[in-house]
Nanobody, 125 residues
Framework: QVQLVESGGGLVQTGDSLRLSCAVS????????KAWFRQAPGKEREFVSA????NSVNSMQGRFTISTDNAKSTVFLEMNSLIPEDTAVYYC??????????????????????WGQGTQVTVSS
């Protein structure tokens, strides 16, 4: 059973930076595609960024950077220049057989098998 636990959320001000962490308990952590999604109040959950086992990255936000520490089985999301529109619950996800190619990036929720419980990020103006 794969478990994901996010941490690092909180209340920050516009322009601040924040780093989210996601601890993943899984055999062979490195083989999974890992991603971050977010869900703002009243909106659908949306893709933020993903990284594959070869460290290729796809991101919807130039201000955000996804990375992994395979030795610690942890996924990070570094968020810079935060704005109030970034306020959301941020979710970590992992996919065991998620397809990724030069021309296709997995950005839908259905492509990920395991999810964390989420961590709240609130950006005040």
């Amino acid at each position: 059973q794969v478990q994901l636990v996010e941490s690092g959320g909180g209340l920050v001000q516009t322009g601040d930076s924040l780093r989210l962490s996601c601890a993943v308990s899984a055999n062979d952590f490195s083989r999974y595609v890992k991603a971050w999604f977010r869900q703002a109040p009243g909106k659908e959950r949306e893709f933020v960024s993903a990284i594959n086992p070869y460290n290729s990255v796809n991101s919807m936000q130039g201000r955000f950077t996804i990375s992994t520490d395979n030795a610690k089985s942890t996924v990070f999301l570094e968020m810079n220049s935060l704005i109030p529109e970034d306020t959301a619950v941020y979710y970590c996800a992992a996919g065991a057989k998620t397809y990724w190619s030069r021309y296709y990036y997995p950005r839908s929720q259905s492509e990920y098998d395991f999810w964390g419980q989420g961590t709240q990020v609130t950006v005040s103006s």
